[in-house]
C-alpha cells in the first residue's frame, strides 16, 4: 500500500504537470490542429519545463544551494521557484498566443500565478505542498474546457479528483507536508485558474 500512495509523487510530479495538461488539452479540444503544431508544442513544453528544471536542478545541487530533489527545506525553494517562474514566462511569450490558443495561453498565465505565490510564501517560511499545486490547477482547467466546449467530461473529472486525493495522501503518508500545506496548495493551485476563467471562458 505504501508503494501505491508514494508512487503518486513520481506520477504527477510538479514538473509533468503542465504537461499533463497540455496533453488534455489537445486530447480533449473539438478544434482540429494540425499534428506538427501539437508535436511542436509538446515538445517546447518538454524542453522548458521538464528539461531545463532538471538541468537547472543539478546545476543548483552543484552549487550547494539545494541539497536533493525533493526540496524539502523550504529555502531550497527559493532558486527553483524562480527559474520556474521566468520559465513559463517564456511560454506565454514565446509558445501560446493569447489570440490562437487563449485556453492554453490563459491556462499558463494561471500556472504562472501560481508559482509566483509558491515562491511568496517561501518568503514567508512556508513549505506550501507543489504536487497539491499542481494537480489541482490541471483540474480546475479540465472542469473549464468542459463548460468552454460543452462536452461531459465527468470521466475526466472524476478521475482527476480522485487523484488530487491519491497525491495528498502520499504527501500524508511520506510526512513531506501537513494538512494546512496541502490545503494551502490545493488552493493556489485552483484560485489562478478560476481568475483567468474571466478571460476565456
Known amino acids: 500500500m505504501n508503494y501505491f500512495l508514494r508512487s503518486a509523487a513520481y506520477i504527477f510530479h510538479p514538473l509533468l504537470m503542465p504537461l499533463i495538461g497540455a496533453r488534455l488539452y489537445f486530447g480533449l479540444t473539438p478544434r482540429f490542429i494540425e499534428p506538427q503544431i501539437i508535436n511542436a508544442k509538446t515538445y517546447a513544453i518538454i524542453i522548458i519545463?521538464?528539461?531545463?528544471?532538471?538541468?537547472?536542478?543539478?546545476?543548483?545541487?552543484?552549487?550547494?544551494?539545494?541539497?536533493?530533489?525533493?526540496?524539502?527545506?523550504?529555502?531550497?525553494?527559493?532558486?527553483?521557484?524562480m527559474i520556474q517562474t521566468l520559465l513559463v514566462l517564456i511560454i506565454i511569450k514565446m509558445v501560446f498566443s493569447s489570440y490562437q490558443s487563449p485556453e492554453m495561453y490563459y491556462f499558463f498565465v494561471g500556472v504562472l500565478f501560481t508559482t509566483i505565490s509558491a515562491l511568496v510564501l517561501v518568503l514567508f517560511n512556508f513549505k506550501v505542498s507543489l504536487h497539491q499545486m499542481g494537480v489541482a490547477g490541471v483540474t480546475m482547467f479540465l472542469i473549464a474546457l468542459s463548460i468552454h466546449f460543452n462536452k461531459n467530461y465527468l470521466l475526466e473529472i472524476g478521475i482527476f479528483f480522485l487523484i488530487n486525493g491519491w497525491v495528498a495522501s502520499s504527501r500524508l503518508d511520506t510526512k513531506s507536508h501537513t494538512i494546512p500545506e496541502l490545503l494551502t496548495g490545493f488552493f493556489i493551485g485552483l484560485i489562478p485558474q478560476i481568475v483567468m476563467l474571466n478571460y476565456w471562458l
Open 49 to 81: 519545463t521538464i528539461l531545463i528544471p532538471l538541468i537547472s536542478y543539478f546545476l543548483l545541487k552543484n552549487l550547494g544551494l539545494v541539497k536533493s530533489i525533493n526540496l524539502k527545506e523550504v529555502q531550497e525553494r527559493k532558486f527553483p521557484l
